[in-house]
């Protein structure tokens, strides 16, 4: 059995929505492809936002990452289904890396 539970996931991630909007999550389904989807970023080889002991599953951290808050499931605005709390920090590591791309191009 999952734990946390789908129920104490869906809670989870819709505790920051306003009373009276629309949750960000209404389904299982959802929390399977963002758990999913961050699973992979791990295996890829991206750190865990939460500790992670000897064999501990990719997917069982990204659970234990969106159960403690670590990981956050956006709407459907044409943006990722999942945005670290640290994006910013990405992307400006994104536009360096594209910058120097484009000095070496130059060169």
């Excluded at 996931?9 to 929505?17: A, Y």
């Excluded at 389904?29 to 989807?37: C, P, R």
């Amino acid at each position: 059995m999952l734990r946390p539970s789908y129920t104490d996931l869906i809670n989870v991630v819709n505790s920051e929505v306003e009373p009276g909007e629309q949750p960000v999550v209404q389904s299982r389904y959802s929390i399977v492809l963002a758990t999913a989807k961050r699973a992979r970023q791990i295996i890829a080889g991206e750190e865990p936002m939460v500790p992670a002991g000897p064999g501990k599953k990719p997917l069982s951290v990204a659970v234990q990452e969106l159960y403690m808050g670590k990981v956050k499931i956006v709407g459907d605005d044409g943006e990722e289904d999942e945005e670290k709390e640290n994006a910013a920090g990405e992307a400006e590591l994104s536009s360096e890396a594209a910058e120097a791309a484009d000095a070496e191009k130059n060169a």
